[in-house]
Nanobody
Framework: VQVVESGGRSVRPGESLSLSCVAS????????IGWFRQAPGKEREGVSC??????YYADSVKGRFTNAKNKPKNTVYLHMNSLKPEDTAIYYC???????????????????WGQGTQVTVSS
């Protein structure tokens, strides 16, 4: 399994940005994609997770970030609105062979990780 995320760039506060995560190399029809981020000097934190059966968001992004899943293309999009400077981080997507579950924010749950894409929110 491989996952590749893309779409990160610099934006101004209040703007929107969408990230993509493409998964490949698997045959299972039931899977989850988690989004994590890591800012300089901080621990990696869970942002959101989406599967066929459940979806979760961190409180810090709830109402601003949404996931969209294009299953035939094995692609998940993270649509980020009303971006804030504190959203600045490297964003990672990660693959899990199953549903998100209530432990979706635990990084050790996931099987494969992408290389990360930088999102910078600054005026």
């Amino acid at each position: 399994v491989q996952v590749v995320e893309s779409g990160g760039r610099s934006v101004r506060p209040g703007e929107s940005l969408s990230l993509s995560c493409v998964a490949s190399g698997f045959t299972r029809d039931f899977w989850a994609i988690g989004w994590f981020r890591q800012a300089p000097g901080k621990e990696r934190e869970g942002v959101s997770c989406i599967s066929d059966h459940d979806e979760y968001y961190a409180d810090s992004v709830k109402g601003r970030f949404t996931n969209a899943k294009n299953k035939p293309k094995n692609t998940v999009y993270l649509h980020m609105n009303s971006l804030k400077p504190e959203d600045t981080a490297i964003y990672y997507c990660a693959f899990y062979d199953g549903s998100c579950g209530t432990n979706w924010y635990r990084f050790w749950k996931y099987d494969k990780w992408g290389q990360g894409t930088q999102v910078t929110v600054s005026s």
